[in-house]
């Protein structure tokens, strides 16, 4: 697959979206098949007993589709990540250093029972010039196989390499796949906090990914009442199975009082369960709780907490969280930048809702998954988390022995980003 790989970084910005425009069409030419298929998975996934959160995931509809096909569509769109300059610089007369972007090479990408989710990370290793191992979750084999076949077809159709994109299908695979660290560059897992962990411990790849999302939505005093109650609401059950789904909410407690009713009844609208502290209980009807089991529930279910203030609300994100997306509302713009400032999140967001962390919904096309961690991506891993660089020195007869004894001297002098590279 390492000749394949380095067939793809060579491959054109032009050939990549012909691949990604021919997937566009062969998926919605053949949408009914893959529907068809998709209802055999949800089949045995009732048989199963599987989880409401996990069968909302599996579904692949008509909307879904769309999702998706907008998604190839902004990639199409966006501008070649390959071969971009971030640092051009002369050494000395005739010795020149580039900064270079490049694919990764070879990704294993290991996700959870969404069929959407093998077209975004295809389509988008497709566009980075990577080639790609995919491994989704058993409950939608079906689903999976029939988008993998049409992908993979528009990819060959192309002109891009046979093995560009593999897929596998076996539970066995992934320790088979964990141990080809002289083949696979990343991997990507979706997943528990318990198999990502799994995952890490397991191999002697590099791992990019998250675990939990635990996100926070913390409402300080200077909350307008009016975007605050909405924005929880979309947050909570705008779609209760993804991992940017609010879990906990901080409340200011010189709001609690006049507050808390009002979201209460809002989101009790909506089916939520509302799970709180002892002295959220005083206030409204929840089920108590310490802050020691304030989890993710991927379900219509909410903690809440009263903080004295956002240095105790950002105390409590930073201790409990996972690092993925936490928000505040405020009118008060230096508590915002603040709390921006403190969280260690991937994505910190002001008086809107956390559903927002997402790779289509920030321009990116689509999303591998998001990354809590601090190296190299983080937050919705796009495009430009799938490469990484190189340098390239252009010399002409230079040797190291020159500069060492003094015959000669580095002036290292900026060039133009766009100079030519010889």
């Given at each position: 697959?390492?000749?394949?790989?380095?067939?793809?970084?060579?491959?054109?910005?032009?050939?990549?979206?012909?691949?990604?425009?021919?997937?566009?069409?062969?998926?919605?030419?053949?949408?009914?098949?893959?529907?068809?298929?998709?209802?055999?998975?949800?089949?045995?996934?009732?048989?199963?007993?599987?989880?409401p959160a996990v069968m909302k995931r599996l579904?692949?509809?008509?909307?879904?589709?769309?999702?998706?096909?907008?998604?190839i569509r902004q990639l199409v769109s966006l501008p070649d990540p390959l071969g971009k300059v971030s640092l051009a610089r002369e050494l000395d007369e005739g010795l020149r250093l580039y900064r270079v972007s490049c694919p990764i090479g070879v990704i294993g990408v290991i996700f959870e029972a969404r069929p959407d989710a093998l077209v975004q990370i295809s389509t988008l290793c497709i566009k980075s010039g990577n080639c790609a191992i995919l491994k989704g979750g058993k409950e939608t084999?079906?689903?999976?196989?029939?988008?993998?076949?049409?992908?993979?077809?528009?990819?060959?159709?192309?002109?891009?390499?046979?093995?560009a994109l593999l897929q596998a299908e076996q539970h066995s695979e992934i320790d088979e796949l964990l141990s080809c660290d002289r083949d696979v560059d990343l991997l990507i897992p979706r997943g528990s906090n318990a198999f990502v962990q799994y995952i890490m411990n397991n191999t002697k790849i590099p791992v990019m990914?998250?675990?939990?999302?635990?996100?926070?939505?913390?409402?300080d005093k200077a909350a307008d009442f009016g975007k605050a109650v909405p924005i929880i609401v979309d947050a909570k059950t705008q779609y209760t199975a993804a991992c940017?789904?609010?879990?906990?909410?901080?409340?200011?407690?010189?709001?609690?009082?006049?507050?808390?009713?009002?979201?209460?009844?809002?989101?009790?609208?909506?089916?939520?369960?509302?799970?709180?502290t002892r002295e959220v209980r005083e206030i409204i009807d929840v089920t108590e709780i310490t802050e020691d089991e304030f989890r993710e529930y991927l379900d219509l279910a909410v903690s809440v907490k009263l903080v004295k203030d956002v240095d105790e609300a950002v105390s409590h994100i930073n201790r409990f969280g996972s690092h993925h997306t936490d928000s505040i509302i405020t009118e008060d713009r230096e508590t915002a930048l603040k709390f921006m400032q403190m969280v260690d999140s991937a994505g910190v967001y002001q008086n809107c809702s956390t559903?927002?962390?997402?790779?289509?919904?920030?321009?990116?096309g689509a999303e591998v998954g998001i990354s809590t961690g601090k190296i190299h991506a983080r937050g919705p891993v796009g495009l430009e988390g799938l490469?990484?660089?190189?340098?390239?020195?252009?010399?002409?007869?230079?040797?190291?022995?020159?500069?060492?004894?003094?015959?000669?001297?580095?002036?290292?002098?900026d060039l133009e980003k766009d100079a030519d590279r010889d």
């Open positions: 697959m390492k000749l394949d790989a380095a067939s793809m970084a060579a491959s054109s910005n032009e050939q990549r979206n012909r691949a990604l425009e021919n997937a566009a069409e062969k998926l919605r030419a053949h949408a009914a098949e893959v529907f068809a298929e998709n209802e055999k998975d949800l089949a045995a996934a009732t048989e199963a007993g599987i989880a579904k692949f509809n008509e909307d879904k589709l769309n999702d998706v096909l907008a998604g084999t079906y689903t999976n196989r029939a988008l993998f076949r049409l992908i993979h077809e528009a990819v060959t159709e192309a002109g891009l390499p046979e093995n990914g998250h675990a939990d999302g635990i996100c926070h939505i913390y409402v940017n789904a609010v879990e906990t909410l901080l409340v200011n407690r010189e709001i609690a009082g006049e507050f808390l009713p009002l979201l209460a009844e809002a989101l009790k609208a909506e089916h939520v369960r509302l799970l709180g559903r927002f962390a997402d790779g289509f919904r920030y321009g990116f490469v990484t660089y190189k340098y390239k020195l252009f010399g002409d007869g230079h040797i190291v022995g020159d500069y060492a004894a003094g015959r000669r001297q580095f002036h290292f002098r």
